[in-house]
C-alpha cells in the first residue's frame, strides 16, 4: 500500500528565508506526486505535480519540488518565503494508472512565516 | 481551471439526525468524484469513490449505510451522514477530475460539520 510521509509537523521561517518542507512517499510503482496548499478555510489548492520527465518541478506561487527516485523524496522549496505563504501543505501520492485522482496524503506541515 | 463547490460550507446539526453535502463540478463533467474526510489538523482520508451511474465504491473501515453516496448525474455528488454523532464532526471534502485520463484533481472547498 502507498504512503506519504511528512517528518515535520510544524515549520517556522522568517519572511524573505528559504523553505523546504520534506515528502518521503512508498509505493510499488512510479507515482504521480503532488504538493497542495490548504489555507483556513480554503479550499486545497495544486501547488505544483511530477508525473515523468524532468525531476525538477516547477509550480504557481515560486514553489519548485524535486523528485528524487534513489531516496523516495518529492521535497518543496521556495527560495524566498512571503507573509502570505503561511498555511498547511500536504504531499500526495497518485497512481500511474487507474484513477490517478485517488490521492493519498501525507499528515501535512503547518507552515508559519514570522515577520 | 476546473471549479469544484461543495455547500453547505459548513452546518451544525443534531445527534442522531442526517445532513446531506452536494459536490458540483462547475464547468467540467466529472464521471468519478471522491469524498475525503478532514479531522482537525489532521490529513485528508479517502472516504469514498462516487461513481456516475453506479453505486460507489467504500474505503475500509468506511460504513457505507451511515455514508450514503450518490452520483446522479456528471456535475453532482452527494454524501449524506445519517444518524449523525459527534464523533462525525469533521471536515468533508470532496474532488473531480475533468475525465479518466485526468490525472489532476480539482477539490471543493470543504464543509464542516459539526454534530450537537
Known amino acids: 500500500a502507498q504512503s506519504v510521509t511528512q517528518p515535520d509537523i510544524h515549520i517556522t521561517v522568517s519572511e524573505g528565508a528559504s523553505l523546504e518542507l520534506r515528502c518521503n512517499y512508498s509505493y510499488g510503482a512510479t507515482p504521480y506526486l503532488f504538493w497542495y496548499v490548504q489555507s483556513p478555510g480554503q479550499g486545497l489548492q495544486l501547488l505544483l505535480k511530477y508525473f515523468s520527465g524532468d525531476t525538477l518541478v516547477q509550480g504557481i506561487k515560486g514553489f519548485e519540488a524535486e523528485f528524487k527516485r534513489s531516496q523516495s523524496s518529492f521535497n518543496l522549496r521556495k527560495p524566498s518565503v512571503h507573509w502570505s505563504d503561511a498555511a498547511e501543505y500536504f504531499c500526495a501520492v497518485g497512481p500511474h494508472s487507474g484513477s490517478a485522482r485517488q490521492l493519498t496524503f501525507g499528515s501535512g506541515t503547518q507552515l508559519t512565516v514570522l515577520p | 481551471g476546473a471549479v469544484v463547490s461543495q455547500h453547505p460550507s459548513w452546518v451544525i446539526c443534531k445527534s442522531g439526525t442526517s445532513v446531506k453535502i452536494e459536490c458540483r463540478s462547475l464547468?467540467?463533467?466529472?464521471?468519478?468524484m471522491f469524498w475525503y474526510r478532514q479531522f482537525p489538523k489532521q490529513s485528508l482520508m479517502l472516504m469514498a469513490t462516487s461513481n456516475e451511474g453506479s453505486k460507489a465504491t467504500y474505503e475500509q473501515g468506511v460504513e457505507k449505510d451511515k455514508f450514503l453516496i450518490n452520483h446522479a448525474s456528471l456535475t453532482l455528488s452527494t454524501l449524506t451522514v445519517t444518524s449523525a454523532h459527534p464523533e462525525d464532526s469533521s471536515s468533508y471534502i470532496c474532488s473531480a477530475g475533468r475525465d479518466r485520463g485526468q490525472t489532476e484533481a480539482f477539490f471543493g472547498q470543504g464543509t464542516r460539520l459539526t454534530v450537537v
Open positions: 464547468d467540467f463533467q466529472a464521471t468519478t
